[in-house]
């Protein structure tokens, strides 16, 4: 098979379909606003895809601190720590928004991995896109200021990146989750908020809107 209809293939591969079509071992639940859909330390034995809505994924210390991993949006993928051996959940994951997943068994996804290799080169990327963001926020967190983590928080909520637009970030997210993600106190996050506010970077009309301007944070050095 030539690369060209290699690519053909994968541009027409539908992972809602595909995954709604795989036999047993799959359903689709609904979660509403602010419910958990499982907890840290509950068993690993199912990966969960987002067909609508947004999922928070959180952590709590032994000390009882909780921070924000990560916040998906449909087309993504968690709970994949169950194929690579876990048997407790590492993080909890919650609905931000009403949501809809596809719940699938850890069995009928490594069947459908090892199957179906265009679904298994998807996912695979999937992964590692996730891993680049992870050491991106790791470098974030190490060596850049709060008003910077902040600022890309924002950017990355907003999608940014599309034409320039400014997207309305849904749904609210408070400044104590927001606090959480960045590594600092909610104080700061009000006042960076403000700060962006005024300056023109961010302005509130039924939502909180991000500008390109706000790049200037980031790159400024």
Do not use: W
């Not at 790791?138 to 890309?152: H, M, P, T, W």
């Amino acid at each position: 098979m030539t690369p060209v209809v290699v690519a053909k293939k994968r541009r027409g591969f539908d992972p809602n379909t595909f995954l709604a079509t795989i036999g047993d071992g799959r359903k689709l639940v609904t979660a509403a606003r602010k419910q958990r859909i499982f907890a840290q330390g509950d068993t690993a034995d199912a990966v969960f895809y987002i067909q609508k809505g947004k999922v928070r994924l959180s952590v709590v210390s032994q000390a009882g601190k909780e921070a924000t991993i990560g916040i998906l949006n449909e087309r993504n993928f968690f709970g994949e720590g169950a194929l690579a051996g876990q048997t407790q959940r590492m993080l909890s994951a919650a609905a931000m928004t009403d949501c809809e997943l596809l719940r699938v068994d850890k069995k009928a996804m490594m069947d459908a991995l090892h199957r179906e290799h265009t679904f298994s080169d998807m996912f695979v990327a999937y992964l590692l896109a996730r891993n680049v963001r992870y050491e991106e926020d790791l470098v974030d967190q190490l060596f850049n200021s709060s008003e910077k983590r902040l600022a890309r928080v924002l950017l990355l909520l907003a999608h940014f990146g599309k034409e320039g637009i400014p997207e309305t970030v849904i749904p609210k997210i408070s400044q104590e989750t927001l606090a959480e993600m960045v590594g600092t106190t909610r104080s700061r996050v009000s006042f960076f908020m403000n700060r962006f506010r005024k300056l023109g970077f961010i302005h509130y009309n039924g939502g909180l809107q991000v500008h390109s301007s706000l790049l200037n944070v980031v790159l400024h050095d």
